[in-house]
């Protein structure tokens, strides 16, 4: 994407310092040795250990993505993760269990998954942000469930009654979600995202899509006819067609990734500092497509290298622009965070895994 058109809104007079960018230091042969463990010992206590294996995967991540020579931490404590886990999946077999006995009863699930859904996405949220700090200073996530129930689903349903048409706003409203409701110490994260990018972005996704799918659907059809339009022949000309919206799908998706990430980090300030993000989409895109080519040649085995891949490219192309001493701003945080204290330490305590 062409960030030169969205830099950040910073005050008028303040006086902007050099970047300071995001680097990781993994790498994907040491990722792979924590992956292997986690994968094994998961299997072994049958999925009990996964909840240490998300700490350690979060922390060696954070741990080594530096900004200005500090790394970011990772603090979660593996055993509330796992209540968490247990309560979601104790919730999910009780209601599917349920539904076996009477099919109205999956209509009264779904609608308890939506009941659910945005407390689930705010506790998550909440429980992240308070584990991750930066130079000894945490996070805070104090976004609310009626919020997160605007941005997750109504702004959702809308757009399904509208055909999609209400789909940007669905967008920007979960994003405005997450970062205006972001702080790192007294200050509030902030973003004001313009409607008309979002729009832009989707169309030209839904223009790719539609190409690609139209192409796979036209050889499907040609195929057919060559082989003189039997009954075999039209069904697979069918599975050409879907295969084609799967492979546009599989563009069309970490495309509208890498531009919201953009557009938000372009439009993202944190107090007067502010961020730039210098993704390219064809780029992002090829590094998706090539891992997943990669990972399924080798069965799986290139999954840790691929996630260090894109997790390098995704870090390595943002950057702080700081309005002044960052040294100066984290030490002034970390006095005027003394008075929260670990408020809602309560309401922190489990990991949904959203």
Request: net charge positive; aromatic share 12%.
């Amino acid at each position: 994407m062409d960030t030169n058109q969205t830099l950040p809104v910073m005050g008028a007079n303040t006086a902007v310092q050099d970047e300071l960018p995001l680097s990781f230091t993994g790498s994907g042969g040491e990722y792979f040795k924590i992956w292997i463990v986690n994968v094994v010992l998961s299997i072994v206590t049958l999925g009990i250990y996964s909840a240490w294996a998300k700490v350690r995967r979060e922390r060696y991540f954070l741990n080594n993505t530096v900004l200005d020579l500090s790394p970011f931490e990772y603090h979660a404590d593996p055993v509330n993760i796992l209540k968490g886990r247990l309560l979601v999946a104790a919730v999910l077999v009780v209601a599917n269990i349920a539904a076996e006995f009477n099919p109205i009863l999956n209509l009264l699930v779904t609608l308890l998954f939506l009941a659910l859904l945005p407390w689930m996405i705010s506790k998550a949220m909440r429980f992240r942000a308070h584990n991750t700090s930066w130079r000894g200073l945490r996070f805070r996530f104090t976004g609310g469930v009626g919020d997160a129930a605007k941005a997750w689903v109504l702004w959702p349903i809308a757009a399904a009654f509208t055909l999609g048409i209400l789909t940007p706003y669905a967008l920007k409203a979960q994003r405005r979600y997450l970062v205006n409701s972001l702080h790192f110490g007294t200050e509030d994260f902030e973003v004001e995202l313009p409607i008309g990018p979002i729009y832009k972005m989707l169309m030209g996704a839904g223009l790719v899509l539609i190409l690609v799918a139209s192409a796979f659907a036209g050889f499907g059809v040609i195929g057919a006819l060559g082989a003189g339009g039997n009954r075999d022949a039209i069904i697979g000309s069918i599975f050409i067609g879907v295969l084609g919206i799967y492979v546009g799908a599989a563009i069309v998706a970490p495309y509208i990734s890498v531009r919201m990430t953009n557009l938000v980090f372009n439009r993202m300030n944190l107090a007067n500092h502010g961020f730039v993000s210098r993704m390219k989409a064809r780029k992002y895109v090829f590094i998706v497509l090539t891992n997943w080519l990669l990972t399924a040649l080798t069965l799986g085995l290139y999954r840790p290298f691929a996630v260090v891949r894109l997790h390098r490219y995704r870090v390595e192309n943002i950057a702080m622009l700081p309005a002044g001493s960052i040294d100066e701003f984290v030490a002034q945080q970390e006095e005027e965070a003394r008075v929260l204290g670990e408020e809602a330490a309560d309401l922190l305590d489990i990991d949904l895994g959203f």
